[in-house]
């Protein structure tokens, strides 16, 4: 869902919109949705698998991941903000990252066990 989701924003940012998405990493580099499919299925299973460890480790794993999920997304708008080349491109790479995030943390949060009270 979250790759679906991913490559749907970017469809409508780059083929509909017609925006360039492109940021400074190492030299100039055009985010095309074969770097939006990778980047979202790999963002997807370390969430899946910070909250694996989680649940294994505390009681209230789906809070603390909850929580560390909302930070990483948060701070990830750092990258496309500061190297997006151009005020779309930078607003377009920045909901790529809020879309990713959004659909990570709460279709994670949805699958992970509540935590119990006494």
């Not at 790759?3 to 095309?32: E, F, N, S």
């Not at 480790?57 to 151009?86: E, F, H, Q, Y």
């Not at 809020?98 to 009270?117: D, F, H, K, N």
Request: proline share 2%; net charge positive.
């Amino acid at each position: 869902m979250t790759a679906a989701a991913a490559l749907a924003d970017w469809a409508i940012l780059a083929k509909l919109a017609g925006l360039t998405l492109t940021a400074r990493q190492g030299g100039t580099q055009h985010i095309g949705a074969a770097a939006v499919l990778a980047a979202s299925i790999v963002v997807a299973f370390a969430g899946w698998g910070l909250l694996a460890i989680l649940e294994r480790r505390t009681t209230k794993a789906r809070d603390t991941w909850t929580i560390i999920a909302a930070i990483v997304c948060i701070l990830s708008l750092g990258s496309p903000l500061t190297n997006g080349i151009g005020l779309g491109a930078k607003l377009g790479l920045a909901s790529l990252h809020l879309i990713v995030g959004a659909t990570v943390i709460l279709g994670l949060r949805r699958t992970s066990a509540p935590t119990e009270r006494c």
